[in-house]
């Protein structure tokens, strides 16, 4: 241990009470020790360090800070380069704000297009996710603050994700929800890991072993900090026990007393909490270290605004462009018609929220741009209401310009942390306008703002199509660089856009709704299913258009790697995305058809060759297997495939690899479904044979009387007659909130109330309420109204007393 000396210096009471927050944001501190308080703050895409009342919802202000583009966003650049600066710059405003942890980058897996978090995450792909996030962790990491790769893991739903089980067999796991950790920590090294709240296979994974001992400490050797997520600690000395070294928010020693009383029973020894101990403080001073010397304590907002745009122009993927309508012609008359046009839909809600320094809307930004307006109107409604007179100014436009501009998507309250989409569709109103639209001008450029797929059944309504996700503070600019072809578009999309949500793997196996979620599709998520099922998309992974076009010439494979010639064919300089892909020829492990496994992004002039090089690593041809326990290669032909998209390959060769010599994992004749890629409707049967074992029950046991980790909504079938009641008064209260219009705290009880497990209550108030205390809460809902009244009110009162004699 690093500080073994400073440790024998402590009493087993400062010991534990290192291993809770000592209020929303900051660790503990002890001062006789010289151990000062470090401060965490949320981060993804911009710094969020709220100067007043503190919450984990994105409800209170914060200070000021660039909103770069969200993680989906700058997914479609590619460019790990930009996610380095973004990074970079990240740290910088960080240090200016002394935030000692930035709480991102996030890198779960877009299992489900629902997922309300999507806007968060990176890609549908592992090896992106990892590849980008190792970029902005050693960008953040640069300014001696500490980046923290977040939720570990498997946590790929909002819906219940405090208390939902998440059962996924082990290959699927390790393949597909642990390689972007992997990567990241490995390949980025952040200081700071954050568990999730979610079970996994029947545990927290706040206490998983298999999870944070067995893979993050002795695979990956990782020797950082784990924080829980904000309220997401369960048992603290399970925690503790599985490696995690903080908690937050603070419990007001309530959880540090659970961790003493441990070592003094025996059940723990004190070494446990010892290594905790010291890996907390090694990030505590570490991170501290910034701030002793000479460290800047402002930022240049200007220079931060550009590459917050640089960001947004590099990532903006372009995705019809029927008779070349764009770049718009000079002299071109454009009507700019969406609500987004004028309030601009940059960034998603929740606890990522950013308040920006500056922000580009793009009525102020029309001028500059060259494009000649013929005037604005909003169109439609931002929150879906209906508005005929809206369509019929909207179309008056119209019939007086060469082309329109459709600013439309998704609004802010759709996709928020806490909650799932209920479709895959653009609002009904927005529709409505297009199909007006299109009647009295059909030259129509729609501009998409949102933060995750959307169907398109509305597409041939439209000759243009830009997606320029959510871009931050100056994404609204960045749009009209692209439209009036200063900037030639270069994003690709880092997730497949499918025809109908009901194309997608996890469609009958997603939200799960009461105890468990069920990861039937296996390794098929994203294009891994549908380029090996056979099912046609509307955009498949990787894809993007530009104004230019590429050759790709001259392959060449080695062990190595795989070189080959791209060449700007066209008249416009740009830049091009080429991915690696592989594909195992061998039948006797299931496999998708293609796996990517590299990719680079190139600048390249008009006329000019690049040679390009892409190596193989050691993911290139690994595979798990479930029978030694360990990753294997498994010795076959493998098809080196280099594409523009997953579905445009440009050029093949064929590899022979030497194999492990493992023994083969599986029994064909029990996992057809997933031998033959079909693995959206994989019987309850064939996933247990996967699993290895039974699946668990799925439903709540509405026989038991309700718990810690049960929810607020199972009031509903409490036996409290008072339960049951304010079940009705929470439902009631959301309906009535949503039909006057007060969809964002409406939401809120949703996100903060309704899905929250009873520990919540204790975990999420910093101390205002304690688990004896909810012990009568929970007596109350379970039928003894008046027993649990007075068992709340005499813990409370000693709470009280314990805290006026602590003064």
Not at 226 to 239: C, E, P
Not at 623 to 633: A, R
Not at 644 to 663: C, K, N, Y
Not at 692 to 711: C, E, F, H, V
Request: aromatic letters at 10%; a negative charge.
């Amino acid at each position: 241990m690093k500080y073994q000396d400073l440790i024998q210096q402590m009493t087993l009471e400062e010991k534990a009470s290192l291993m809770s927050g000592k209020d929303f944001w900051q660790t503990q501190d002890i001062k006789r020790l010289g151990i000062d308080s470090i401060f965490l703050a949320d981060g993804p895409h911009g710094i969020r360090k709220q100067a007043e009342a503190a919450d984990h919802l994105g409800l209170n202000p914060s200070n000021p800070a660039t909103c770069f583009p969200t993680a989906a966003t700058v997914a479609n650049s590619w460019n790990t380069e930009l996610g380095e600066k973004i990074g970079d710059y990240l740290g910088e405003e960080a240090a200016a704000q002394k935030v000692h942890v930035l709480l991102g980058p996030g890198i779960n897996m877009k299992r489900n297009p629902l997922c309300g978090r999507n806007f968060e995450y990176f890609s549908e792909d592992p090896y992106h996710a990892g590849k980008m996030a190792a970029s902005y962790i050693q960008g953040i990491q640069s300014h001696g603050i500490s980046a923290c790769v977040k939720h570990f893991a498997v946590n790929n739903q909002e819906e219940r994700r405090m208390s939902i089980d998440t059962i996924v067999d082990e290959r699927t796991l390790r393949e597909i929800y642990l390689t972007a950790f992997e990567i990241a920590i490995q390949e980025g090294k952040p200081k700071t890991v954050m568990s999730s709240y979610n079970m996994l296979n029947g545990a927290y994974t706040n206490e998983n072993l298999h999870l944070m001992v067995e893979i993050l400490r002795k695979e990956w050797n990782y020797e950082g900090v784990v924080v829980t997520d904000w309220g997401g600690s369960n048992d603290r000395v399970a925690g503790l026990l599985a490696g995690n070294e903080l908690e937050m928010p603070t419990t007001a020693g309530e959880t540090n007393e659970e961790i003493i009383q441990a070592i003094q029973s025996g059940k723990i020894t004190e070494e446990v909490l010892d290594e905790c101990v010291d890996r907390l403080l090694d990030l505590i001073f570490t991170t501290e270290e910034a701030f002793k010397k000479a460290y800047k304590k402002d930022f240049d907002v200007e220079q931060h605004h550009q590459l917050a745009q640089k960001a947004a122009e590099e990532s903006i993927v372009l995705l019809k462009n029927e008779g070349n309508i764009l770049p718009l012609k000079q002299g071109v008359k454009a009507a700019i018609i969406g609500d987004f046009a004028k309030d601009a839909r940059y960034q998603g809600a929740g606890s990522s929220i950013v308040n920006p320094t500056k922000l580009n809307h793009t009525l102020d930004c029309i001028e500059e741009s060259g494009i000649v307006s013929v005037g604005f109107e909003p169109g439609f409604e931002r929150y879906g209401k209906k508005n005929q007179q809206k369509i019929n100014q909207a179309c008056a436009l119209a019939k007086n310009a060469d082309v329109v501009l459709l600013y439309m998507g998704l609004d802010e309250v759709t996709e928020a942390e806490g909650l799932d989409r209920h479709n895959m569709k653009i609002p009904e109103n927005q529709i409505d306008l297009l199909h007006a639209l299109y009647q009295v001008n059909s030259n129509i450029v729609a501009i998409l703002s949102c933060g995750s797929a959307v169907e398109m059944p509305w597409i041939d309504k439209v000759k243009g199509l830009v997606h320029g996700y959510l871009g931050g503070q100056a994404g609204a600019r960045a749009i009209l660089r692209v439209l009036s072809g200063e900037v030639n578009p270069s994003g690709k999309l880092a997730e497949t856009y499918p025809l109908y949500y009901e194309d997608t793997p996890s469609y009958h196996q997603f939200p799960g709704k009461e105890v468990s979620v069920e990861y039937r599709e296996g390794v098929y998520i994203g294009y891994r299913f549908y380029d090996t099922a056979n099912v046609e998309v509307l955009f498949p992974f990787g894809y993007g258009l530009s104004y230019t076009t590429f050759d790709y010439t001259d392959i060449q494979v080695n062990k190595t790697g795989v070189t080959f010639q791209l060449t700007n064919s066209g008249d416009k300089a740009g830049m091009e995305v080429v991915q690696l892909y592989v594909g195992c020829q061998s039948e006797d492990i299931f496999r998708p058809k293609k796996e990517l496994k590299g990719f680079t992004k190139v600048f390249i002039q008009p006329g000019e060759t690049k040679l390009v090089t892409i190596p193989f690593d050691d993911k290139t041809f690994r595979y798990f297997n479930v029978k030694s326990n360990q990753w294997e290669v498994e010795e076959a032909e493998y098809k080196i495939m280099i594409g523009a998209s997953s579905a445009d390959i440009r050029l093949e060769e064929v590899l022979f690899v030497e194999g492990t010599g493992a023994p083969l994992p599986y029994e064909k004749e029990k996992l057809p479904s997933y031998y033959s890629g079909q693995a959206s409707k994989v019987s309850e049967k064939e996933f247990e044979h996967l699993l290895g074992r039974k699946i668990p029950i799925s439903t709540w046991d509405r026989t038991k009387p309700l718990g810690y980790n049960d929810t607020i909504a199972q009031c509903q079938y409490a036996k409290g007659l008072f339960a049951r009641f304010a079940y009705h008064m929470i439902e009631f209260a959301y309906w009535f909130l949503k039909k006057i219009g007060k969809r964002s705290t409406a939401n809120l009880i949703m996100m903060s109330v309704y899905h929250m497990p009873f520990r919540g209550v204790a975990r999420m108030t910093g101390g205002v309420v304690n688990m004896p205390m909810l012990d009568g809460i929970l007596m109350i809902v379970n039928g003894h109204f008046f027993k649990g009244l007075r068992h709340f009110f005499k813990e409370r009162s000693k709470m009280l007393r314990v805290a006026r004699r602590n003064i």
